[in-house]
């Protein structure tokens, strides 16, 4: 009997794979196939997203970040 080992995936890798999904021209299920993940777990994340109203803006974490950056030093 073989037991099932749950794999927790952290959130900038759920993050980034979600929005490969929906920046994509490739189907959910190569993306998933290419991360190594369950293509169920993957629809299930991108259904949280879009429920979420967490749509792609076209940038990263990385670049969203360094916008904000950039924002704050000119506030001040």
Do not use: H, P
């Not at 879009?50 to 360094?66: L, P, R, V, Y």
Request: no cysteine; charged share 30%.
């Amino acid at each position: 009997m073989t037991k099932k080992i749950k794999t927790e995936y952290n959130t900038e890798f759920r993050e980034r794979a979600v929005s490969m999904v929906i920046s994509s021209d490739k189907s959910t299920a190569q993306i998933a196939k290419g991360l190594g993940v369950k293509e169920s777990t993957l629809y299930s994340w991108v259904n949280k997203a879009k429920s979420a109203g967490i749509e792609n803006t076209g940038q990263t974490n990385e670049q969203m970040f360094d916008e904000l950056k950039r924002l704050k030093k000119r506030a001040y």
